[in-house]
């Protein structure tokens, strides 16, 4: 095996991690792929014979190419002036299947993608590596071009605002499950009150439906409830899913997916639904596990 060969192999030991890591930052997984690709190139023109801990030179380098694309997207103003949903991962219910297995891993739920959409790219940086990843500051802060103190202020900041907009969600995969189905029954059949029993008083759905149906958030059990007994109105039918590795719902009608619901459940009651509607991304996601 030669030299390049080597280091290939060596490289593709740590392509899941590296792709977890820009996922987390970027929440696309196509751009994901991109950064992780870009890696590689990095790494083969850069002489890392001195490099001790060639997965944590990888993950900064990621991290750099990510926050780079971060910064292009502003600077071109790519992002809709809306919410932006991240890319979901979707499952079948009884699984998230190979991809998901490895993205998903240390578990991301898309309430925490979204919170994560809202940072900076220096701030989304610090947190993720830090926070997700375990990378000191003092190899982030180069990274970013500040001092490590400056980097954990940073993270500090992120954190705050990842508590305050992704609540904790319950532990128990059966109950979270169980919640979820609740909810498909009674938006099914028309159950006003009973939705409104499994929302939180204080819920929020947030909806992304691209450019030519731009979504928004509903706030308190009443106006999701109604939104979502107008949304069951337009689906043919809805069925179980895992969404980033927890219990969601995917509606279709003739054969095409409507939306991507992701829920976090906190004490027994739907806290937050986020919602992919954008019909160009839900045309891009595999969901063949779902019938697999």
């Given at each position: 095996?030669?030299?390049?060969e080597?280091?290939?192999?060596?490289?593709?030991?740590?392509?899941?991690?590296?792709r977890?890591?820009?996922?987390?930052?970027?929440?696309s997984?196509?751009?994901?792929?991109?950064?992780?690709?870009?890696?590689?190139?990095?790494?083969?023109r850069s002489d890392?014979?001195g490099?001790a801990n060639?997965?944590?030179?990888?993950?900064?380098?990621?991290?750099?190419?990510?926050?780079?694309?971060?910064?292009?997207?502003?600077?071109?103003?790519?992002?809709?002036?809306?919410?932006?949903?991240?890319?979901?991962?979707?499952?079948?219910?009884?699984?998230?299947?190979?991809?998901?297995?490895?993205?998903?891993?240390d578990s991301?739920?898309l309430?925490?993608?979204?919170?994560l959409?809202?940072?900076?790219?220096?701030?989304r940086?610090?947190?993720?590596?830090?926070?997700?990843?375990?990378?000191?500051?003092?190899?982030?802060?180069?990274?970013i071009?500040?001092?490590?103190?400056?980097?954990?202020?940073?993270?500090?900041?992120?954190?705050?605002?990842?508590?305050g907009?992704?609540p904790?969600?319950?532990?128990?995969?059966?109950g979270?499950?169980?919640?979820?189905?609740?909810?498909?029954?009674?938006?099914?059949?028309?159950?006003?009150?009973?939705?409104?029993?499994?929302?939180?008083?204080?819920?929020?759905?947030?909806?992304?439906?691209?450019?030519l149906?731009p979504?928004?958030?509903l706030?308190?059990?009443?106006?999701?409830?109604?939104?979502?007994?107008?949304?069951?109105?337009?689906?043919?039918?809805t069925?179980?899913?895992?969404?980033n590795?927890?219990?969601?719902?995917v509606?279709?009608t003739?054969?095409?997916?409507?939306?991507?619901?992701?829920?976090?459940?906190?004490?027994?009651?739907i806290?937050?639904?986020?919602?992919?509607?954008?019909?160009?991304?839900?045309?891009r996601?595999?969901?063949?596990?779902?019938?697999?």
């Open positions: 095996m030669d030299g390049q080597y280091l290939a192999e060596r490289f593709e030991s740590h392509r899941g991690q590296l977890s890591v820009a996922y987390r930052m970027l929440g997984l196509h751009e994901a792929d991109d950064a992780v690709q870009e890696a590689w190139l990095r790494l083969s890392t014979q490099v060639l997965g944590g030179w990888l993950t900064t380098v990621v991290g750099r190419v990510c926050l780079d694309m971060l910064r292009g997207r502003a600077s071109r103003r790519e992002e809709p002036l809306g919410l932006r949903m991240p890319d979901p991962i979707v499952g079948g219910a009884d699984g998230p299947g190979p991809e998901g297995d490895v993205l998903l891993a991301v739920g309430a925490l993608l979204v919170v959409e809202t940072l900076g790219p220096a701030e940086l610090a947190f993720v590596l830090h926070d997700l990843f375990a990378v000191p500051f003092d190899e982030i802060a180069p990274v071009g500040r001092t490590p103190a400056a980097a954990r202020q940073l993270a500090s900041r992120a954190r705050r605002r990842v508590q907009g992704a904790a969600s319950d532990t128990d995969l059966a979270r499950r169980a919640v979820v189905e609740a909810f498909m029954a009674a938006a099914r059949d028309g159950d006003f009150e009973a939705l409104v029993a499994v929302l939180d008083p204080d819920v929020v759905a947030r909806s992304d439906g691209g450019e149906r979504g928004g958030i706030r308190g059990a009443e106006a999701v409830a109604n939104g979502a007994l107008f949304g069951a109105r337009l689906a043919e039918f069925v179980l899913a895992l969404v590795g927890s219990p969601g719902l509606s279709l003739e054969g095409r997916p409507l939306s991507v619901m992701a829920f976090t459940i906190a004490e027994g009651r806290a937050t639904i986020d919602i992919l509607a954008d019909p160009d991304r839900l045309s996601i595999d969901l063949t596990v779902l019938t697999a």
